[in-house]
């Protein structure tokens, strides 16, 4: 909502003209609350759309509820997918990044949650994963989070895209892996 009404809101001449593009913009159930403000007062519409829907689908509930069903029930990614593993790591990156906003959506850290997410992974990034786990919590004496998991996906598709299903285990991988996760986190605290 805050970039529309930063795109529209500014570049309007009047409260009719931004209901029509609020109604424009939108599809589905928030089109038909919008639509449902046509009758009324341009300026009034407006503001009752606009209020319906952070009502109806702008709750940091809601939200938090629907990013963490949907990175719990994503399907399996196969280990020769690789537009499946960047399609779950562009997702899990929109997470994190809600996650800074939206304090509903730190669910996501709970163990459980994040074995799930991890068994969507091929094996040998569930096996990579287990060793980098264990290694930042022997190094730091902290238990991985899910910005951990984000990051790692990330730098296994940047690093290795063509070859990262054939491959296994290595302690040079996981080193700098590690080091990557660490400096980034570090980076984020600062």
Same mark, same amino acid.
């Given at each position: 909502?805050?970039?529309?009404?930063?795109?529209? $809101?500014? =570049?309007?001449?009047?409260?009719?003209? /931004?209901?029509?593009?609020?109604?424009?913009?939108?599809?589905? /159930?928030?089109?038909?609350?919008?639509?449902?403000?046509?009758?009324?007062?341009?300026?009034?519409?407006?503001?009752?759309?606009?209020? @319906?829907?952070?009502?109806?689908?702008? =709750? $940091?509930?809601?939200?938090?509820?629907?990013?963490?069903?949907?990175? @719990?029930?994503?399907?399996?990614? /196969?280990?020769?997918?690789?537009?499946?593993?960047? $399609?779950?790591?562009?997702?899990?990156?929109?997470?994190?990044?809600?996650?800074?906003?939206?304090q509903y959506?730190?669910?996501? $850290?709970?163990?459980?949650?994040?074995?799930?997410?991890?068994?969507?992974?091929?094996?040998?990034? %569930?096996?990579?994963?287990?060793? @980098?786990?264990?290694?930042?919590?022997?190094?730091?004496?902290?238990?991985?989070?899910?910005f951990d998991?984000?990051?790692?996906?990330?730098?296994?598709?940047?690093? /290795?895209?063509?070859?990262?299903?054939?491959? %296994?285990?290595?302690?040079?991988?996981?080193?700098?892996c590690f080091?990557?996760?660490?400096?980034?986190?570090?980076?984020?605290?600062?």
């Amino acid at each position: 909502m805050k970039a529309f009404e930063n795109g529209v $809101d500014r =570049n309007t001449n009047g409260y009719s003209e /931004r209901l029509y593009c609020l109604e424009q913009y939108t599809q589905g /159930r928030p089109k038909g609350l919008v639509g449902s403000c046509q009758h009324m007062d341009p300026e009034r519409g407006y503001v009752e759309a606009k209020a @319906l829907i952070q009502e109806q689908f702008g =709750n $940091d509930q809601k939200v938090a509820s629907a990013y963490l069903q949907k990175a @719990l029930s994503w399907p399996p990614v /196969r280990t020769e997918d690789v537009k499946a593993l960047q $399609d779950y790591s562009f997702f899990l990156r929109a997470c994190a990044n809600a996650m800074e906003e939206v304090q509903y959506l730190h669910e996501l $850290d709970m163990a459980a949650n994040m074995m799930i997410i991890i068994r969507m992974l091929p094996s040998h990034l %569930r096996d990579k994963w287990r060793t @980098l786990a264990c290694e930042l919590q022997e190094r730091n004496s902290r238990r991985e989070t899910f910005f951990d998991i984000t990051h790692f996906i990330e730098r296994q598709l940047l690093n /290795r895209p063509s070859t990262w299903k054939h491959s %296994r285990c290595s302690l040079h991988t996981n080193e700098y892996c590690f080091k990557q996760i660490t400096a980034s986190l570090t980076f984020r605290r600062n």
